[in-house]
């Protein structure tokens, strides 16, 4: 029965993904967005309730990767939450959308971030026909210069491989897309869990079994604890080449706020680099 259990649960799965995404974003002005991202690099945040890593990261990317569009696409679970966030996002000179509401938020916290990026896919970057897209955690923070869109001169897509088996996929936290290379293929951003595959698995099917691993450029990933003196599960930080993921929802609970602060220590430096250029163009005080 295992066969036809998976089967009527994937076809549940792709109503609420169908059903969706033809929900209208509740704020931002999408038209809008969609003229400024047409024909540029866009990187894309999945933002969810923390308001302090938009802050952070939108400074981050300002400085350190010059040249791209920076869209907050919100999936905070309430309307409080998600009106800091697009406070910050506004003052900070991102663009912002707010998803709807999301059926799996609080159910299945990778099924919810999987709608997001599917929501995103059919209603902003696919019509809006950017030259190259990305998605990117809310809590990932570069801290050095870096073009992470420089890989597709010569590979359809780049970002961190996770390997399942025969199968692969690319994180759904750090992922970069040419989209004349797959404008026209049926994506799916969401999970393929039949297979082992998390979010950003169901583009196995329709794109990574097309592509040869052995010859990929992949980004280079390491994982590291928090503090030199606990194992890598209890406290694990993620750095992407130059990228340093917080990893926020993996390790111990008691040691989230322990591992924030270590957090915001390393990329402090590189957050008054980031603010100093405006800092001097202030006018004087009369």
């Avoid at 969706?20 to 991202?37: K, N, T």
């Avoid at 300002?62 to 905070?76: A, F, K, L, Q």
């Avoid at 079994?209 to 994982?223: M, N, Q, V």
């Avoid at 890598?232 to 990228?243: A, K, M, N, R």
Wanted: aromatic share 12%; with cysteine.
């Amino acid at each position: 029965m295992r066969p036809l259990m998976h089967s009527i649960k994937t076809a549940r799965y792709r109503a609420v993904d169908t059903g969706y995404r033809r929900c209208p974003a509740v704020a931002g002005d999408l038209d809008a967005i969609m003229r400024q991202i047409a024909g540029r690099n866009v990187l894309v945040t999945i933002a969810f309730a923390d308001v302090n890593a938009a802050r952070w990261q939108i400074a981050l990317v300002r400085h350190y990767v010059p040249g791209v569009v920076h869209v907050i696409v919100d999936n905070s679970p309430t309307p409080e939450t998600a009106s800091r966030v697009r406070h910050v996002a506004e003052a900070e000179g991102a663009l912002y959308l707010q998803l709807p509401r999301n059926p799996w938020t609080g159910k299945a916290p990778s099924r919810s971030h999987g709608l997001a990026l599917n929501w995103t896919w059919h209603n902003l970057i696919r019509p809006a026909a950017p030259t190259g897209f990305g998605f990117i955690d809310d809590d990932l923070f570069p801290t050095a210069g870096d073009d992470p869109f420089a890989p597709l001169a010569t590979q359809d897509c780049y970002g961190q491989v996770r390997r399942i088996g025969s199968r692969w996929f690319l994180w759904a936290g750090f992922c970069m897309f040419r989209f004349d290379k797959v404008a026209d293929l049926p994506l799916d951003f969401g999970q393929d869990w039949f297979l082992g595959l998390d979010t950003g698995g169901g583009n196995w099917e329709p794109l990574y079994s097309g592509i040869d691993l052995a010859t990929f450029r992949e980004a280079e990933t390491r994982f590291v604890p928090f503090r030199p003196d606990l194992a890598i599960e209890d406290g694990p930080l993620q750095w992407v080449g130059t990228w340093l993921h917080e990893v926020g929802l993996m390790g111990r609970p008691d040691l989230f706020e322990e591992k924030r602060n270590t957090v915001e220590t390393l990329i402090t430096p590189h957050l008054a680099a980031a603010m100093r250029p405006f800092v001097e163009k202030e006018p004087a005080s009369s």
